[in-house]
């Protein structure tokens, strides 16, 4: 079928800020999207919030909307683009993860996409109704005779029927201003209405409990990553789960489900044409049983353990799925589970879009999921495409074939949240995740875990709690049986114990065939700690196969790394590279996507089939898998890094290991290594790439800290840097130098020292003084950082956080010492400590340089106080308190660190200004996580232009002249806290936000108000605010109290705010703090009484006082401001939110104004 011309509009809506479930994949699906539809002709309308996102690039779609993901907006969206040109106009809501599909429906059940014409395309609403509402999608599978687990579903439909019907009916009676008030009240009720539909709807849980039993899987409708879901093993945990899943689900309804834990898991990537062509790209299997997420759990590629039988019929399965949900057209992803015992198949779900999943599946086959399916949305047939991947050698309807194995391995930041369960449930809590290739499971599985950049060099020794406490075999079985980020070690390490595989299966369940290839590694390595390395090449090549690092070998046959190199190098055991083409070598492709192998070949030397070009090459290495502190801000710089330098004539070439980035898209540069981001790994890509051409140098300053702790290695070994030097990266690390450079330039920075031992930190605070900020060097996200009050702070820093830093190899070394453990690490990488600056301003400034000119591109003015992780904090640019002579001045000294750091490329500085002195808090001669949101704010392709002079362009070639913005932009953060009951909420110098939300407008309060709105929270239009502040914010609070009471709203306090704001004439209300008594404050908030928080407090006892106020905030989706600074803008920002209709534009029209 040629493609539609119908339509010459289409609508793509993103997915929002990254969150835990949903993360930058759909950047990479949502780029694919804009681009294929551009080419065929299509004008392209995007809205998303997520400024850190390539799709929000401004040259990609015809309009960019950088806007919040809500109906509302999306359709003032909508009614501003429908008729931009003559023509039909569609919706793709297939390619924003659940964000889109929710907001899609949305706005077909508020007659939006009746009123203005817009036709859904990719998806039905029927289909996306029917595959997302548990009860219609159990129906289904019934109808076509597939069995799903036995299920009861909790809703509170009825009553919503009764309440529309009333509505309804009303609304006949009435016209003009009389309609237009029942309208406005329909609205405000919403919030009353929820409460009443999850309270039915929790009646309707507690009849299924006694139906289904215990345990029970409790699955949210409508959801992502399986929010607010979970497994509940007793009734408490069962009313806490189903309390927490009502509130999570935009349609209030659960499904309480039998439990099928231990079960095998299974996944089918599965596309469809209008025709009916449906194809499998990819079989998954979950390594871990039933019971974990499938973003949480090891999965691999093509499933392992099938029979060809067995595969057959989940294929058939799979197909039929589609066909009566109704997916006509575009990738869906349908789940299984599969009993061992006796091989019964039952549908777990499915997903009527591009998912975690097709991102996964798109890069372990090079089959473009997200492409394909937008060319279907718009007609086409998959007989009708070419696979890009082949050179077009075979059409899409070609079934892609591997013969490699791929394996994904999900990365925790369980560090980050102090006394959340590392048990892994139904609900997801990964933050990212790696994937290698290899030709065996065994391979690609260790090439994954050391590409994890956790320390692992492969299957590592681990020790496992309990063990030595007189119950040994008991510690083992529940450390197997506890689902966790580490049980693949703990497997291992009962290995090592003697436990047999059948043993361990019996524990965690994982299939046999998988606990033997493992026992195939545990055996070897212990080969290698009996007999050392091998002394020919065929031993050597054997261990290699098995997917070993050097790293490893080193460990194993007690040697260092660099020896067990230079004698596999002298034995000429080199990995050979072999290309992603999707049909298993059938048909010779061009494209150069590659992975290393060490396969043993049957006879000869293993063919490689890197090719390497004659071309100027420059090498951009990655960022590895996402973690908090070092996310997809950072692929956005490596991706314009390639874009720049393919333009300016090299060939780009991407290392990277992160299957949900646009950087490892196989047409982002022009040869793209999928390989772990190790020294080893890394050093043989360069040698491979050095046997032909010139390499002119790598990039190292864009993948965040992954690659900078690469380039001493790379320097050793002669490897041209581009860009800052890495002798110049360490200089702004190392506190001594640091703070030479800072005195020979007159620049002030906070009383601060060094200590590189506990002895050594101790005496340091003690001259220093209280409070002070701690933290390790070279670190990233502020890991590990802290502001130390007391002096029994210190102690429990010294003695309880850092030995969670310890590696491995030093715990063994010092194995009941913890002070020698800690002075082992300090020795080599001190204690940073720095007096603490209270009430100061804090300020980001992002600057390029080439080594002899500087050129300031944005300064930001952090929201939050100084003392809050910069990626955590809000902030507005241009800076909205800061006067002409502050910025000039903080100008002057970006230009001079700059020049005195010898930066060349991209620069990041920040400051706090306290009584009108500037402070060096930090320098960063690298990229940095802003420059996303200063490019899109200031419209200058910041990534790009740095990228070209680190390749040796000047840059006043570029002609930058300093925008005179007539717009604000706000960049706020977005937090995980909902995904970790028991975690406290508030904010510090040790990042926790996994993503950010952008809010642009002529206004400051408009701009935070849309920032607001984008990151998920509920902007509250009436109700009460609550206002419990220390004793040095009431003076500043009062204003803002002032303003919301004018807006109408109450005002409730604890007693000493309460006086106050009494004193200053606003009316206020007293409640009890929590030790007072009952009803308190989290009765209010429980009871749905308070609809915004404004809590500011000092000092552990007090933060641990108010902990459960914000954990009842954060369930009951109450905002929540933890400073001063926040709360006053969020009332400018509610102000600005009720004073009128947002107004949308495109980031384009900003850009023409300046």
Known sequence: MPKRTDITTILIIGAGPIVIGQACEFDYSGTQAVKTLKEEGYRIVLVNSNPATIMTDPELADATYIEPITPEIVAKIIEKERHVIPGGFALLPTMGGQTALNCALSLRRQGTLEKFHVEMI??????????????????????????????????????????????????????????????????????????????????????????????????????????????????????????????????????????????????????????????????????????????????????????????????????????????????????????????????????????????????????????????????????????????????????????????????????????????????????????????????????????????????????????????????????????????????????????????????????????????????????????????????????????????????????????????????????????????????????????????????????????????????????????????????????????????????????????????????????????????????????????????????????????????????????PILGTSPDAIDLAEDRDRFKRVLDKLRLKQPKNGIAYSVEQARLVSADLGLPLVVRPSYVLGGRAMQIIREENQLNDYLLGTLPELVPADVKARYPNDKTGQINTVLGKNPLLFDRYLSDATEIDVDCLCDGKDTFIVGIMEHIEEAGIHSGDSACSLPPHSLDAKMIEELERQTRELALGLDVVGLMNVQYAIKDGEIYVLEVNPRASRTVPFVAKVVGTPVAKIAARIMAGEKLADFGLKKAQLKHVGVKESVFPFARFPGVDTVLGPEMRSTGEVMGIDRSFAVAFAKSQLGGGTRVPRKGTVFVSVRESDKTRIAEAVRELHSLGFKVLATSGTQRFLTDQGIPTEKVNKVLEGRPHIVDAITNGDVQLVFNTTEGPQALADSRSLRRAALLHKVPYYTTLSGAVAAAQGIRAYLGGDLEVRTLQSYFSET
């Open 122 to 719: 990719g998806a039905t609403a029927d289909a996306i109704d029917k595959a997302e509402d548990r009860q219609l999608f159990r129906e289904a599978m019934t109808k076509i005779g597939l069995e799903t687990p036995k299920s009861r579903l909790a809703n509170a439909s009825a009553l919503k029927k009764s309440f529309r019907d009333k509505y309804l009916a009303e609304r006949e009676k009435l016209s003009g201003a009389a309609l237009e008030e029942l309208e406005r009240q329909w609205t405000l009720g919403e919030s009353d209405r929820r409460k009443r539909y999850q309270e039915y709807a929790f009646g309707q849980a507690m009849m299924a409990l006694s139906e289904i039993g215990l345990p029970a899987i409790i699955r949210p409708s409508f959801t992502m990553g399986g929010t607010g879901g979970g497994i509940a093993y007793n009734k408490e945990e069962f009313l806490d789960i189903i309390e927490r899943g009502l509130d999570a689900s935009p349609t209030n309804e659960v499904l309480i489900e039998e439990s099928v834990l231990g079960w095998k898991e299974y996944e089918m990537e599965v596309v469809r044409d209008k025709k009916d062509n449906c194809i499998i790209v990819c079989s998954i299997e979950n390594l871990d049983p039933m019971g974990v997420h499938t973003g949480d759990s090891i999965t691999v590629a093509p499933a392992l353990t099938l029979t060809d039988k067995e595969y057959q019929i989940m294929r058939d399965a799979s197909l039929a799925v589609l066909r009566e949900i109704g997916v006509e057209t575009g990738g869906s992803n349908v789940q299984f589970g599969v009993n061992p015992d006796d091989g019964r198949m039952v549908v777990i779900e499915m997903n009527p879009r591009v998912s975690r999943s097709s991102a996964l599946a798109s890069k372990a086959t090079g089959f473009p999921i997200a492409k394909v399916a937008a060319k279907l949305a718009v007609g086409y047939t998959l007989d009708e495409i070419a696979n890009d991947i082949t050179g077009g050698a075979t059409p899409a309807s070609f079934e892609p074939t591997i013969d490699y194995v791929v394996t994904k391995v999900p990365r925790f930041a369980f560090e980050k949240f102090p006394g959340a369960s590392t048990t892994l449930t139904t609900s997801m809590k990964s933050v990212g995740e790696v994937m290698a290739i290899g030709r065996t499971f065994q391979e690609s599985l260790q090439k994954a875990l050391r590409g994890l950049e956790t320390g692992l060099t492969g299957l590592d020794e681990i020790e496992i709690e309990g063990l030595g406490q007189h119950d040994d075999k008991n510690a083992i079985r529940a450390a197997l049986g506890t689902p966790t980020p580490n049980r693949l070690l703990q497997v291992a390490q009962a290995m090592r114990l003697g436990w047999s595989n059948e043993d361990i299966f019996n524990s965690c369940k994982i299939d046999p065939w998988f606990l033997g290839e493992m026992r195939g590694i545990v055996d070897m390595e212990e080969k290698v700690r009996k007999n050392g390395l091998p002394g020919n090449a065929f031993g050597m090549r054997t261990l290699k196969a098995m997917g070993f690092s050097d790293a490893r070998l080193a460990v194993l046959a007690d040697t260092t790394e660099a020896e067990v190199t230079a004698k596999r190098h002298a034995l000429d055991v080199r990995p050979v590279y072999k290309r992603i083409d999707t049909c298993a070598a059938e048909f010779a492709s061009p494209t150069a996507y590659m992975y290393s192998t060490y396969e043993a070949p049957f006879a000869g030397a293993p063919a490689d089939e890197s090719t390497p070009s004659d071309k100027k090459k420059v090498i951009i290495l990655g960022g590895g898998p996402n973690r908090i502190g070092q996310g997809i801000e950072f692929d956005y710089c490596c991706c314009h890094a390639c874009f720049a330098l393919h333009d300016a004539g090299y060939e780009s070439i991407m290392v990277n290991c992160n299957p949900e980035t646009v950087s490892t898209d196989y047409d982002t540069a022009d040869r793209l290594y999928f390989e772990p981001l190790t020294a080893e790994d890394v050093l043989e890509i360069i040698a491979k790439e050095r046997t032909n051409g010139t390499l002119h140098g790598v990039i190292v300053q864009f993948g965040g800290q992954t690659p900078l702790k690469l380039a001493r290695a790379l320097e050793a070994a002669e490897v």
